[in-house]
């Protein structure tokens, strides 16, 4: 990876891959073509997932849009449902533990529908 990218954890909230992706100016948490696949709009949380290496302290740290009408009641199910990891890791490269376990999650913006 070079120095003058910037990359970061996502969880695609249409396929459930949890990726490391690669961030440009002006890019958008989801793309709008992709909105229309989720009529009641998407949450936007930063989520803080356990590291699968056992002495590590680092987490995890992803940007999930997860559709809005999931409730956090809800949240750990969905994302044990239909989340699966396929890049995503900690600050020293290590994925998350399986199944996940979620240490802290914050939603910070809706994603309007327009």
């Not at 302290?57 to 396929?86: N, Q």
Request: a neutral charge; hydrophobic letters at 35%.
């Amino acid at each position: 990876m070079s120095e003058n990218n910037i990359y970061i954890n996502y969880a695609c909230p249409v396929c459930g891959e949890l990726t490391r992706s690669r961030v440009e100016p002006g890019d958008k948490v989801i793309q709008e073509a992709g909105l229309a696949k989720f009529p009641g709009g998407i949450s936007v949380y930063i989520m803080f997932l356990e590291c699968s290496k056992p002495d590590c302290e680092s987490p995890v740290i992803l940007l999930a849009p997860i559709k809005s009408d999931v409730r956090d009641i809800d949240l750990m199910a969905h994302i044990r449902e239909h989340w699966s990891t396929h890049g995503a890791v900690c600050a020293k490269g290590y994925p998350p533990t399986y199944p996940y376990k979620v240490r802290i999650w914050k939603q910070l913006e809706p994603v309007p529908l327009s």
